[in-house]
């Protein structure tokens, strides 16, 4: 009985843990990019409006993180759209071309995307708990160089196995999280 509560309580301290991988290009001049712009994520999760949920939550998140001046999501979705001229989607991945014509256009130094590959509730016992899965890159606007980028995952649950203390239930509660993460794990590194 023992062994068995010490393996529920490792799950469930592992499950709560999240795996980041950064990248940060050692060559790029920080305080360049004063100006930057937020796309819609790709979205590869069943949930429809993630990558407008995750737009919103991370751009909330760099305006926190007081190191760049940041576009309003809708004028620059705007701006980004004219500047493609219906030669792709908002909210799909843009080669370096496009990219240095949204930066143009929008008169940012860098462009930032992502792709949201999971966004879900998933069964823990006998709890769901959300789960969610992103990738984020910082693009130069003016070279397309990517001068930052993060893989991370994160699944919701308790903090502190057996006692229900710091749960996280919900995946607007796990897209801030992660957001707040994701930006603070960024600037830690740039910075």
Known sequence: MRSRCFAIAATLLLL??????????????????QKVGVLPFVNLSPDRFAGEKFQSAFVTEL???RKFQVVEPGEFNLKAAEALKG????GKEFSLD?????????????VIEGVIKEYSMVRVGQADYPL?????????????????????????G?????????????????TQKACHDVISNFISKAY
Not at 16 to 33: K, L, Q
Request: glycine share 8%.
């Open 158 to 174: 308790p903090k502190f196995p057996i006692i229900s203390l710091g749960e996280t239930h919900t995946l607007s509660e796990l």
């Open 16 to 33: 709560s843990c999240a795996g980041a991988r950064t990248f940060i290009n050692e060559d790029a001049d920080w305080a360049f990019y």
């Open 87 to 90: 030669s792709a989607t908002i």
């Open 98 to 110: 496009q990219i240095k014509a949204i930066g143009d256009k929008t008169g940012v130094q860098g």
């Open 132 to 156: 969610i899965s992103i990738e984020v890159k910082m693009i130069d606007a003016s070279t397309g160089a990517v001068v930052w980028m993060t893989s991370y995952t994160k699944k919701g």
């Open 63 to 65: 305006l926190l993180a």
